[in-house]
């Protein structure tokens, strides 16, 4: 079965610093791995996904991450934190099987919050 | 604005009654989800719905029940209420039922059980 970990419940930076929310999966099949954000009282928006295409996956917002498959890792980054950032962020999984598709397998999220 | 709308968005009700959630998909899409989010929990997958037909089961309590109509909404059945079914409820849709496909959340029903 797969799983994420995501390790560091909350994050905190200052305004204009760098932002990496780290993600380490487990698969025993080539995953499909997306991050999401979640806004306070709102429903999770796609940020990316990884689909075996390029390794390096830019999304929305300025937010990329890199698939590293010897690391088993899909850790999210942006160069410059801004105050719209906070939020919460899921990595989640989702692998094939027989061409179905199955659940996503969300990790536990990261609270972001960015400091003036 | 996603496209997946639900309601009700806040539902309050007591231990041991039934409630009714509802979500209608984005247009076109034919794959439902429903998911659990909790803070003990975490977000959990609960149950996928294709075209009208049940996909696929996770974490789903024999108390609860889903389905799909024809015209592609879903309905998200809960009786026995416990105290413990407190939790936030996202339905998602997406266009297929591929692994990479992504899926669209709606804003959720926050189910509070007294």
């Known amino acids: 079965a797969q799983s994420v970990t995501q390790l560091g419940s909350h994050v905190s930076v200052s305004e204009g610093a760098l932002v990496l929310l780290r993600c380490n999966y487990s698969s025993s099949v080539p995953p499909y791995l997306f991050w999401y954000v979640q806004y306070p009282n709102q429903g999770l928006q796609l940020l990316l996904k990884?689909?075996?295409?390029?390794?390096l996956v830019k999304g929305i917002n300025g937010f990329e991450a890199e698939f590293k498959k010897s690391e088993t890792s899909f850790h999210l980054t942006k160069p410059s934190a801004h105050m719209s950032d906070a939020a919460e962020y899921f990595c989640?999984?989702?692998?094939?099987?027989?061409?179905?598709?199955?659940?996503?397998?969300f990790g536990k999220g990261t609270l972001l919050t960015v400091n003036p | 604005d996603s496209g997946v709308t639900q309601t009700p968005k806040h539902l309050i009700t007591a231990t041991g009654q039934r409630v009714t959630l509802r979500c209608s998909p984005r247009s076109g899409d034919l794959s439902v989800y429903w998911y659990q989010q909790s803070l003990d929990q975490g977000l959990q997958f609960l149950i996928q719905y294709y075209n009208g037909e049940e996909r696929a089961k996770g974490n789903i309590l024999e108390r609860f029940s889903a389905q799909q109509f024809p015209d592609l909404h879903s309905e998200l059945n809960l009786s026995s209420l416990e105290l413990g079914d407190s939790a936030l409820y996202f339905c998602?849709?997406?266009?297929?039922?591929?692994?990479?496909?992504?899926?669209?959340f709606g804003p959720g029903t926050r189910l509070t059980v007294l």
């Open positions: 998602a849709s997406s266009a297929l039922a591929l692994s990479y496909n992504e899926q669209f």
């Open positions: 990884y689909t075996s295409a390029a390794t």
């Open positions: 989640a999984v989702s692998v094939s099987r027989g061409g179905s598709n199955y659940k996503l397998t």
